[in-house]
């Protein structure tokens, strides 16, 4: 799988957008990206995904660019609660049974009041 | 809906104990689930990979016989911590996904995480 950078740390004024930057400048072309955040002491919760389109749900937007090396993650109007370290990760669906996710190490989001 | 569980969400024992810990999938059937272990101040590492029904798949330098890992069913898995030692303290945490093929079925779903204090 195709590995990520991300800023260590990032703050953002609540209320205001939340923009996280990934680059996945080896990405192949059945490669997903995949975001996740894990707020403090507990488990990793599930954000969004996408291959090429760019993707909105209820919780963020994910941006990707057109030749797919970079993607951002926008939290439209971020809480205190949004506060948590953000994981981008891309990984190839076609690797057969190898379905395992590999961490970096992500962007610690501080929102400030 | 793609709730995940786990039981316990704190356990202290003494060293040279087992500790078991169940994760569960409350509202899907998982076919494959993993179990993480994170230190503090540092990322998930993936230790094992398990599908419902056959044995776990561990990552290099993960000892099988000192964790083990059952997936009997297709919405619970156990990990089982045996002889533990002071260095397995640690945030153990499962996740599951639906085993099938394509990106949303390929989603994995945590659950709270277990931490685990050896003394």
């Known amino acids: 799988d195709a590995k990520t950078t991300q800023p260590t740390s990032m703050d953002c004024a609540e209320g205001r957008a939340a923009n996280l930057p990934c680059n996945h400048s080896?990405?192949?072309?059945?490669?997903?990206v995949y975001w996740y955040r894990q707020i403090h002491s507990q488990g990793p919760q599930y954000i969004i995904h996408?291959?090429?389109?760019?993707e909105t749900n209820e919780m963020a937007s994910l941006i990707i660019t057109e030749d797919r090396k970079s993607s951002t993650l926008i939290l439209p109007h971020a809480t205190l609660r949004d506060t948590a370290v953000y994981y981008c990760?891309?990984?190839?669906?076609?690797?057969?049974?190898?379905?395992?996710?590999?961490w970096g190490l992500g962007t610690s989001l501080a929102v400030n009041p | 809906g793609a709730v995940v569980s786990q039981h316990p969400s704190w356990v202290i024992c003494k060293s040279g104990t087992s500790v078991k810990i169940e994760c569960r999938s409350l509202d899907f059937q998982a076919t494959t689930m993993f179990w993480y272990r994170q230190f503090p101040k540092q990322s998930l590492m993936l230790m094992a990979t398990?599908?419902?029904?056959?044995?776990?798949?561990?990552e290099q330098g993960v000892e099988k016989d000192k964790f083990l890992i059952n997936h009997a069913s297709l919405t619970l898995s156990t990990l089982t911590v045996t002889s533990a030692h002071p260095e397995d303290s640690s945030f153990y945490i499962c996740s599951a996904t639906l085993g099938l093929a394509g990106a949303n079925q390929e989603t994995q779903y945590f659950g709270p995480g277990t931490r685990l204090l050896v003394l």
């Open positions: 398990s599908n419902e029904g056959s044995k776990a798949t561990y």
């Open positions: 990760i891309v990984r190839d669906l076609n690797a057969g049974n190898n379905r395992k996710l590999i």
């Open positions: 996408g291959l090429k389109n760019n």
């Open positions: 080896t990405i192949s072309g059945n490669e997903y």
